[in-house]
């Protein structure tokens, strides 16, 4: 069963992941800022999937374009006449709700047409009798509903000091079209041969009519993209290379949620219909995540064809090909579009990492999360903050660990609540000094010299000897599974 969210909303803001924007002046539902905790997770999302996907393959490079555009960027990509959603408003209480989303709710219905019967009339449907749709607002039940207009989903501002039409420009609504206009100077600059792919994480705004679902959809956000350009003349197995990039891309993003955490049987995909494709789609499909709230998009892999670079040469009079030396000819490659919201990613990943267990009686909340993406990867403890030799040797550990993994040291308050709040936030290992490790200096007793380290899932704890630390923690970070690291070193009383 999937974690409720209002759990996962109240975890967050308790331990510093994320925060309502604007909080002391009543939030906005619609902007969320990251605290100490989620700024760092959201950094590791983004940093190991730039690594994953940018870094350690041949075939991609970076871009980081800004997010003021030309204002033709926006007329050129369709943005501007195509980018809106139907949007209805109660003439009541004046609430404004998206047509397409309010046909998903079921309806109470009184019909005149057999002399007001009440009727519960399912998602989507008309009332059998007489054939009306929903008319009223859902929310306040009594205000008739106006008829859709179509919204424009982006921000307008102005570019310059003046507030004129010819200043208007707009805040960019994905990290897409950065990559296109950019085409051109990209293959100058990298020399690149098709196929291959410009990847760009950042910002990007929507005027969403209902945002809501904690950070699942916001009016401001980041995207993960990669457009990756293909050849679409030539033919792999028989098969156009476009569609079998497509595929590939497909495979890869879903394997790469799962790699991270994600359980397999929370994922699946949704190959879009005909009529549900955006305007520059032959083909998209959905990596869908079970949110709280249902079955919803994770992330898109879109087939965009050569339906930008070819409205961009048209708008900018630029030409965006790409040369064939063997062929001898100019080619409009194909566009592969795998895009992830990084919002989006980071809530599915503290859905699936969220475990409450129970452990000799007591109840444990625990962030199961994957150690790459765990926002403190060591926790450095006292087993006692009275002695001044065990805290001196927790902040000598933590400093030393510190320079390679994010380490905290925390004496707040007694060891087993120390280790619960750490499971709390996910934090894969803990490392106690205790008296046994420093000894004691009057007596003469010079200590062991190790401490104790505990696997956050298993709660196993060994004995490490303090010269030996960096080089656990560089195998554990590495990978290497923990049950083979701790069979080298003898076990810790819990
Ligand atoms: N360039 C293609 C594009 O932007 P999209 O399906 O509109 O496609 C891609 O957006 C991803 O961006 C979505 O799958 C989702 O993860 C994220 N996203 C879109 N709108 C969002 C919003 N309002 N709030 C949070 N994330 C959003």
């Given amino acids: ?46 940093r190991v999937w730039w690594r994953d996907f940018v870094q350690q393959r041949g075939d991609m490079v970076g871009l980081d374009a800004s997010i003021l555009m030309h204002a033709t960027v926006w007329k050129a990509s369709g943005h ?30 009184f019909c005149e047409a ?74 100058q600059a990298t020399r690149r041969k098709l196929p291959f792919g410009i990847a760009q994480i950042g910002k990007a705004f929507r005027n969403e009519i209902t945002p809501g679902n904690f950070i699942f959809r916001t009016r401001e956000f980041e995207q993960m993209e990669i457009e990756f350009f293909v050849n679409p003349h030539e033919r792999i197995d028989g098969r156009p290379a ?36 955006a305007h520059y789609a032959k083909r998209t499909v959905d990596i869908l995540y079970e ?39 100019h080619v409009v490659p194909f566009v592969i579009e795998p895009s992830a919201g990084v919002d989006r990613a980071l809530l599915a990943f503290l859905l699936d990492a969220y475990r409450e267990e129970e452990v000799r009686g007591e109840k444990r909340t625990v962030l199961r999360f994957h150690p790459e993406l765990a926002p403190v990867k060591i926790a450095v403890l006292p087993l006692l903050k009275k002695r001044p030799e065990i805290v001196a040797t927790c902040h000598d550990l933590r400093t030393r660990l510190a320079r390679r993994w994010i380490t905290l040291y925390d004496d707040t308050a007694a060891i087993g609540r120390l280790y619960r709040r750490q499971d709390e936030v996910g ?46 923690f560089a195998k554990l970070m590495d990978g290497t599974a923990w049950r083979d690291v701790a069979a080298a070193y003898p076990r810790a009383e819990g």
Wanted: aromatic share 10%; proline share 5%; with cysteine.
């Fill in 427 to 472: 934090t894969p290992y803990c490392v106690t000094v205790d008296v046994k490790t420093v000894g004691d200096a009057e007596k003469g007793e010079t200590g062991d010299q190790r401490v104790t380290i505990r696997e956050r899932d298993s709660m196993e704890q060994i004995r490490v000897p303090l010269p030996e630390l960096e080089g656990v």
């Fill in 114 to 187: 057999t002399k007001g019967n009440k009727f519960q009339i399912p998602a989507g449907e008309a009332c059998r009798h007489c054939g009306q749709r929903r008319t009223l607002c859902p929310e306040c039940g009594k205000g008739q509903l106006t008829a859709p207009r179509q919204f424009n989903l982006m921000f307008k501002t102005f570019m310059g000091p003046v507030e004129e039409d010819a200043s208007v420009t707009y805040l960019r609504p994905e990290t897409a079209q950065g990559i296109f206009v950019n085409f051109d100077n990209v293959l």
């Fill in 242 to 277: 476009d569609e079998d990039w497509h595929d590939r891309w497909i495979e890869d993003c879903q394997r790469w949620f799962e790699r991270y955490g994600l359980d397999p049987a929370h994922l699946k995909r949704h190959e879009h219909a005909h009529d549900e494709l």
């Fill in 1 to 46: 069963m999937s974690t409720p969210m209002d759990v996962i909303v109240s975890l967050a803001k308790r331990r510093g992941f994320i925060f309502q924007s604007s909080e002391i002046y009543g939030g906005t539902g619609s902007c969320w800022d990251y605290g100490p905790l989620g700024v760092e997770l959201k950094n590791n999302i983004k």
């Fill in 291 to 329: 949110f709280p709230m249902g079955w919803s998009e994770l992330m898109g892999i879109a087939n965009r064809t050569d339906f930008d670079l070819k409205q961009h040469a048209k708008f900018s009079g630029k030409s965006l090909t790409w040369f064939d030396e063997e062929r001898k000819e």
């Fill in 80 to 109: 501007v006449d195509n980018f809106t959603d139907p949007m209805v408003d109660c003439r009541e209480c004046k609430r404004r709700f998206r047509a397409d989303h309010i046909d998903e709710l079921p309806w109470t219905h």
